[in-house]
Nanobody, 121 residues
């Protein structure tokens, strides 16, 4: 059974920083893309950042230059470094990975449970 566990959320003042982590555990053959999404109450979940297996990245426009996504393939972990946080960054952040479980030939879309990030003065 593959599971994703996130950590690192919390309360921070505007202009502050947080680092989110998400680790996949279980019997895993390989992981392709790793992504972060976020969601606020009553809104659709929205894309934040992606990192591909080759290390290439892409970001939502509003976080470009402030957020940085990275990965540690040996640890099956993705990180999201968030700097210069703004009030509008407040949301529940979810990690998402495209994973091939061990002993299978198919790929699945897996999600973490979410971690709350609150930016407030």
């Amino acid at each position: 059974q593959v599971q994703l566990v996130e950590s690192g959320g919390g309360l921070v003042q505007p202009g502050g920083s947080l680092r989110l982590s998400c680790t996949a555990s279980g019997n895993i053959h390989s992981i392709k893309d790793m992504l972060w999404f976020r969601q606020t109450p009553g809104q659709e979940r929205e894309f934040v950042a992606r990192i591909r297996l080759d290390g290439s990245t892409e970001y939502r426009g509003s976080v470009q230059g402030r957020f940085s996504i990275s990965r540690d393939n040996a640890k099956n972990t993705v990180y999201l470094q968030m700097n210069n946080l703004k009030l509008e960054d407040t949301a529940v952040y979810y990690c998402n990975m495209y994973i091939r479980p061990a002993t299978t030939t198919w790929w699945g879309d897996y999600w973490g449970q979410g971690t709350q990030v609150t930016v407030s003065s």
